[in-house]
């Protein structure tokens, strides 16, 4: 792209070691497009990453964006990445913002890790009573779905620290176990700490799970032109299947939803739905393909009509039946 403009593009990103290395990762994707490209790294402690409480208190996962969007819309910065997994789905972008582009997923499964003296390789190894920490409400409702006799705590901080609390080096956390994203070790090189690792079948992943999001204005017609050089078609249907269904759930970062969005090989899109109750005690599923019109706005909407005629709505808002 010889025609970008000559100028600095600031990428804004949250400080932790996790999102430093995305950041890493994109820039070097665009210095592949553009190799005389000056770019600039803007890292902000967002008022989520100092929080060191129930997110939910403070008003959920999508504080860890919002500061960056605000930066975003003022002009200091000229993009954002996302996890879009922590991007709400009960709300539109903020005025003016797009994603230009979503980058080919990542591995899209949660793992389990254990402290470095333990020999457990499996949740079934764990004795009844152990504790294992994590923290989504939508991890924790499956492990207790499948085991309810384990207790299971949350824990916060970057995924370094978490796994400083695991082993015992910090803080007192005393956990049997830890269930984290693989996506996330990858990118920080932790991947030989993980003992087991789910299929989606047991755990069904987060909603945009492994789905790094490029933000930027509307208006700066230069930079989404520039991304939309790294947008991934297929990752981006399959997303869109799945924030449709959560838009529709009213779900946000917090609520017990989970959802995942696959492609044949013959270009069949099919959908995952689940909603559970916090205790893991009570579930409503929904899987349906997309089949002649493969819309994904279509097989979202549809989805998520199947899981609310299985009262999903009463099960993310805890009302008994």
């Known amino acids: ?109 949660d793992v389990l890790l254990v402290p470095h003296k333990s020999t457990a390789k499996s949740l079934g190894d764990l004795p009844s009573g152990a504790t294992v920490a994590t923290t989504a409400v939508r991890r924790k409702a499956q492990i207790l779905a499948r085991r309810p006799d384990l207790n299971v705590v949350r ?74 050089q790294l947008n991934h078609a297929q990752t981006q249907t399959e997303a869109t299947a799945e924030r449709v269904m959560l838009h529709g759930l009213r779900g946000h970062c917090n609520s017990p939803i989970a959802g995942y969005c696959t492609t044949d090989p013959d270009g069949q899109l099919s959908l995952r739905g689940m909603v559970f109750s916090r205790d893991g005690s009570k579930f409503a599923h929904a899987h349906i393909w997309g089949e002649t019109s493969n819309d994904p706005g279509t097989l979202g909407s549809r989805v998520c009509a199947e899981l609310l005629r299985q009262n999903a709505r009463d099960i993310i808002d805890g009302i008994p039946h």
């Open 1 to 109: 792209m010889s025609d970008f403009p000559e100028r600095t593009l600031r990428i804004g990103t949250r400080s932790s070691p996790m999102a430093l290395a995305q950041t890493e990762h994109v820039s070097g994707l665009l210095h592949q497009l553009l190799p005389e490209l000056t770019i600039e790294t803007v890292p902000t402690t967002t008022e989520a990453d100092r929080w060191q409480g129930d997110l939910a208190q403070l008003g959920g996962k999508g504080l860890f964006v919002k500061a960056i969007d605000q930066q975003l819309q003022r002009g200091d910065i000229d993009m954002a990445i996302h996890c879009l997994k922590d991007v709400p789905g009960d709300e539109p972008l903020p005025k003016g913002l797009i994603f230009a582009a979503m980058l080919p997923r990542a591995d899209v499964r």
């Open 155 to 228: 824990v916060r901080g970057a995924v370094g620290t978490r796994l400083e609390k695991l082993d015992g080096t910090k803080g007192d956390l005393n956990a049997d176990a830890m269930v984290l994203a693989r996506a996330g070790l990858e990118r920080l090189g932790l991947t030989s700490r993980i003992v087991y690792q789910f299929p989606t079948d047991e755990m069904l992943p987060a909603v945009g799970a492994g789905v790094l999001a490029l933000e930027c204005r509307r208006d700066d017609t230069a930079v989404t032109a520039l991304l939309e």
